[in-house]
């Protein structure tokens, strides 16, 4: 069986200087991967690039339709959505009107979907999301990327800044996507959320993947850790 999302030689620029040096990876439907790496490593540009948003070639497929060369707005219609590490929301609109912007087609039944997901944001529902606390909003974030009813999930760092009960909440909730049968690439900082919730883990070291296995491999591997992962 085919992967959901296939990346093949994936290179990718800021300006003149690339950053990406001919990434490889493949993420399958009901399927967490999880791109670790320092900073600067170029997980946040995989997943910039994957959505359109830097100068790269290479090839990108979801679900074999090549997106190399669409506009952002295009990759979001065939499936992918992006949740970014900023969270992005709008603060003087409500819960609700930042989540009804994420709805690619007039679909009530996905408001419902959310509710029943998060339903700490039903009771919010008309609070602005400027007054949510830093894990509300990360939550309101992931949630306004599945109103368009996405195959494919890339987030970026979901769990930076917040409290660790609250970054287990969301590491849970990623974890019932998959089981939903959502692809999910993952930018995490945390190693120990990324190794307990992930199928696969990919290391990245100046721009290429330069490790990848399962989390018990991983964990088997100290020079592997030490070289590319530890500060």
């Not at 900023?86 to 009804?100: C, G, I, K, S, Y």
């Amino acid at each position: 069986m085919s992967a959901l999302l296939e990346i093949r030689g994936l290179h990718a620029f800021y300006d003149q200087g690339r950053v990406l040096h001919g990434v490889d990876l493949e993420v399958g439907a009901g399927e967490i991967v999880s791109l670790l790496g320092r900073n600067g490593a170029g997980r946040s540009t995989t997943l910039k690039a994957v959505m359109g948003m830097l100068r790269c070639h290479g090839s990108v497929r979801l679900d074999g339709i090549e997106l190399i060369g669409l506009k952002t707005f295009q990759i979001t219609r065939h499936g992918m959505a992006y949740v970014p590490e900023e969270r992005a929301v709008f603060p003087t609109l409500t819960v609700q009107q930042n989540l009804l912007l994420g709805q690619l087609r007039q679909e009530p039944a996905a408001l419902d979907e959310v509710w029943r997901l998060m339903p700490q944001l039903a009771v919010r529902k008309h609070v602005a999301a400027g007054l949510l606390s830093g894990g509300e909003q990360q939550m309101l974030s992931l949630c306004r990327s599945l109103m368009g009813k996405p195959r494919l999930l890339m987030v970026d760092e979901p769990t930076e800044g917040l409290a660790p009960d609250m970054a287990r909440t969301v590491a849970q909730h990623l974890s019932a996507l998959r089981a939903q049968g959502l692809g999910i690439l993952l930018v995490e900082q945390k190693l120990g959320i990324a190794l307990e919730i992930s199928d696969r883990v990919l290391v990245m070291g100046h721009g290429r993947i330069v490790f990848g296995g399962t989390p018990a491999q991983l964990r088997a591997s100290p020079a592997i850790r030490q070289k590319w992962l530890e500060v």
